[in-house]
T-cell receptor
Framework: DSGVTQTPKHLITATGQRVTLRCSPR?????VYWYQQSLDQGLQFLIQ???????AKGNILERFSAQQFPDLHSELNLSSLELGDSALYFC?????????????FGSGTRLTVV | GQNIDQPTEMTATEGAIVQINCTYQ??????LFWYQQHAGEAPTFLSY????GLEEKGRFSSFLSRSKGYSYLLLKELQMKDSASYLC????????????FGPGTRLSVLP
């Protein structure tokens, strides 16, 4: 157990639907990052939150949104889903300073859009 | 922005040594991470270089040259379980933590 919890582990939904993925960071970590990984593709950075505020944004679609709550858990909302959104979605958390211990990843949510 | 380049695939034999290279161009840099990712699983942290030179950690070593925008991961005494993707990630934000990963190098270890 990495300490980063993602739910659900698997999700199957139809095109056009909306889903919410949840992430609880490791205890004490203030930063949360969301990544998308399509089949045989690299990790694509979506968005970062730090202590409740958006810190950086990557190639996140307008149909996608995220937030980090006061208890530091984060949610990634995906709407108007398309077949191409099928992917593994990872959440990672890190300490607030660059101590070099890197990111800790959750086990991911596998989203299948049918 | 960041431009990160790694070989797509590599193959090596059990017991051998393999070097996985990474070149990058990034605005702002605090250090470079290497991660291992087995298929369908989450990436796991391997190493972090903030100074130039070689960092050794067991069978894995990582080298960094900041002036050249170059790093490599050296894996010794390869084992079958080392078959995985290896991701290079230059750290670029103000907190020294990266958020952009390279495309990854898929390593296959053969018996």
């Amino acid at each position: 157990d990495s300490g980063v919890t993602q739910t659900p582990k698997h999700l199957i939904t139809a095109t056009g639907q909306r889903v919410t993925l949840r992430c609880s960071p490791r205890s004490g970590d203030l930063s949360v990052y969301w990544y998308q990984q399509s089949l045989d593709q690299g990790l694509q950075f979506l968005i970062q939150y730090y202590n409740g505020e958006e810190r950086a944004k990557g190639n996140i679609l307008e149909r996608f949104s995220a937030q980090q709550f006061p208890d530091l858990h984060s949610e990634l909302n995906l709407s108007s889903l398309e077949l191409g959104d099928s992917a593994l979605y990872f959440c990672a958390s890190s300490t607030q300073t660059g101590t070099g211990d890197g990111y800790t990843f959750g086990s991911g949510t596998r989203l299948t859009v049918v | 922005g960041q431009n990160i380049d790694q070989p797509t695939e590599m193959t090596a034999t059990e017991g051998a040594i393999v070097q996985i290279n990474c070149t990058y161009q990034t605005s702002g840099f605090n250090g470079l991470f290497w991660y291992q990712q087995h298929a369908g699983e989450a990436p796991t942290f391997l190493s972090y270089n903030v100074l130039d030179g070689l960092e050794e950690k067991g069978r894995f070593s990582s080298f960094l040259s900041r002036s050249k925008g170059y790093s490599y991961l050296l894996l010794k005494e390869l084992q079958m379980k080392d078959s995985a993707s290896y991701l290079c990630a230059p750290g670029g934000d103000n907190y020294g933590q990266n958020f952009v990963f390279g495309p990854g190098t898929r390593l296959s270890v053969l018996p």
